[in-house]
């Protein structure tokens, strides 16, 4: 489904992804691990299409074709979904607001009619239900005032509002506490099928429990540099990263 | 000949038209000395730094209106709010068209200046009010001198305007270039209440300017919601001086909703003269090309105990220019006052300009006045999350703006007009997207 080859990528003329390789098949969980600075969150930005990031060589392929060239938007309507790691605040837009104009203007790209209201707001009830969000947080402004965990939340509401085929999950477990971590966990948990599948970027091995990965890589130095199975998380976790680094460098 | 001496020569013609031996005269007479003597202001004013008339000054207007113009309800339909039901009062090229007004004089009086100046039943009104607190600067002077028509409405003590007025101004383009100088009056007697909507909308792209007085007169108790919808087209320029005296414990609100022209100036002045009032200014502007919109403002509080909010939204593209110039006078007499100025404005492009000057006069030691001014762009964050929603770049700047505004609107109190602003906005920001959802 996402193939990512050879991605050279740079913002402001340094260069932070030198040589990536990544290979994501439908019904698939990859985790990407990795310390502070290695590249994680440039990779999720990158895959989602943000501009200020230049790629210098390489592909991105979804389901064999290059999106790179494509606007955010575009891969958005092409099933993208980017769970942000500090998602924006947007005073005056409503929740709800959002999401509808997000469905329907998806719908628009592809070609379908709006989504009558009484079925958007069914879709809404249901996944917030999934989520277990308060109604009146459907009418509050996008993010504002939220705690980190009421934002991760929402993020995780609207993916589930989108159904993505490929679903980037950048830190979603930085800011949850364990509750919220396992409410958001199992939401990702029923979102999973084997027509999707989910890129989750982490710090820590601790989400990796609820969601638990095919195959985990470790990214370092704008590389992956060491792949493997769930074991390897635990492995990370135990002895931190600098035996890597050192493997590396040796 | 100079737009200035045409009209002054004019004064004689008009005169013709008019009862010279009504009280009303001596006033116009008084008026146009006045506008003789000073008239139109230039950037050597302080209140005209930013705004230039002179571009707008150069056409040859004709000043009075030829012929009687008549429009089809079906052609202009979309200038209405067409789905409430309202009173309404209409002017083709400044004269009354009673095929497209609804009138009343059932309980309220929504009619005709023309009729209020002529009638004795109205005189004692027109006597209290006439003129009594409009400015006498060159502009509101020369609208004084030529004052023969415009709206007026009279809601007497303890009733309620049972739907709101519409006054809606158009201009053929019949004529090159035509001025118009509408004069409106508005009584809201204590303990009433009244809604109003004003647009000046010309058909076609021949130069129109419009330089409108409206003298409201807000009593105790009473609550008046004035609408200004201001969308017009690129060559059509509007002077828009409206003045407002509210007594104890009154409500009054005006949103201006500038959307287009060529030059726009708005002359807001909101005279309290009573405890507990308030008085509410909101605007939101919305600007490309090379059009100018100035707002200036002025609350004048003299009592204790009283409020005034303003809160003013720009957004500019292209080569647009807007100026926000509020001024906020504070009496010794008038203690506990609670003023508040906001002014934030967006600017789309490196070539277009926002001048914001507050002007704070504070007499009084025990008061709440505070003023804030924003200028920035739009935030490139918030449109790469809303793009990776799927969501367009064009449609995430407009809901992004909209979202700017969107304080301003949610205190529109009609449903049909908030959302009519809604759809002007989205044809404005040319995207198909729902706002108000």
Known sequence: MLEIKDLHASVEGKEILKGLNLNVKAGEIHAIMGPNGAGKSTLASIVAGKEEYEVTKGNILLDNEDIEELAAEERAHKGVFLSFQYPVEIPGVTVTNFMKTAINETRKAQGLEEMPAKDMLKKIREKSELLEIDRKFLSRSLNEGFSGGEKKRNEIFQMAMMEPKLAILDETDSGLDIDALRIVANGVNKLKSNDNAIVVITHYQRLLEYIVPDFVHVLYDGKIVKSGTKELALELEEKGYDWIKEEINA | ?437
Request: glycine share 4%; charged share 25%.
């Open chain 2, 1 to 437: 000949m100079e737009l200035k001496e045409k009209l002054v020569s004019s004064f004689l013609a008009f005169e013709n038209t008019v009862d010279v031996d009504a009280a009303v005269h001596d006033i116009r007479s008084q008026a146009i000395k006045i506008f003789e003597e000073k008239g139109f202001p230039t950037k050597k004013e302080e209140a005209w730094k930013y705004t230039s008339l002179n571009t707008v000054l150069k056409h040859d207007y004709s000043i009075f209106p030829k012929e009687e113009n008549a429009l089809e309800f079906k052609d202009i339909k979309k200038y209405f709010i067409h789905d409430l039901d309202t009173y309404k009062i209409v002017f083709i090229d400044g004269k009354y068209s009673s095929h497209l007004s609804e009138t009343t004089h059932d309980k309220i009086d929504v009619c005709l200046m023309s009729s209020a100046l002529s009638h004795d039943k109205y005189k004692s009104v027109i006597d209290t009010y006439f003129n009594k607190i409009a400015k006498q600067d060159g502009l509101t002077s020369l609208n004084t001198a030529f004052s023969k028509e415009g709206a007026y409405i009279f809601i007497p003590k303890n009733k309620l305007a049972d739907k709101p007025i519409q006054i809606i101004h158009f201009s053929t383009g019949k004529e090159s270039a035509q001025m118009l100088q509408p004069r409106n009056l508005i009584v809201a007697e204590e303990n009433s209440q009244v809604q109003i909507v004003e647009r000046h909308q010309s058909l076609n792209d021949n130069p129109v300017l419009t330089n409108s007085v409206t003298e409201i007169f807000v009593d105790k108790n009473a609550i008046v919601d004035y609408y200004k919808i201001q969308n017009d087209h690129q060559n059509a320029s509007l002077i828009d001086n409206t003045y407002i005296e509210q007594q104890a414990n009154s409500i009054a609100s005006v949103h201006t909703f500038a959307f287009g022209g060529n030059i726009t100036r708005n002359n807001l002045n909101f005279y309290q003269k009573g405890e507990g009032i308030d008085s509410i200014l909101n605007g939101v502007t919305i600007i490309e090309g090379k059009q100018h919109v100035d707002h200036n403002t002025l609350v004048h509080h003299t009592e204790p105990n009283c409020e005034s909010h303003q809160d003013y939204k720009g957004i500019f593209d292209e080569k647009a220019t807007g100026v926000f110039n509020g001024k906020i006078i504070v009496n010794k007499e008038a203690q506990k006052t609670n003023a508040f100025q906001s002014n934030n404005n967006i600017l789309l492009s490196d070539k277009a300009t926002i001048n914001s000057k507050p002007q704070l006069e504070i007499f009084a030691d025990d008061v709440k006045c505070s003023h804030g001014c924003t200028i920035g762009q739009l935030d490139d964050n918030a449109l790469f999350y809303m793009k990776s929603r799927g969501i367009a770049e064009k449609e995430a700047k407009a809901l992004l703006m909209y979202a700017f505004a969107n304080n301003v609107l949610e205190s529109v109190k009609i449903p049909q007009l908030k959302t009519r602003i809604n759809k002007l906005i989205a044809n404005k920001l040319g995207v198909n997207i729902g706002f108000d959802l």
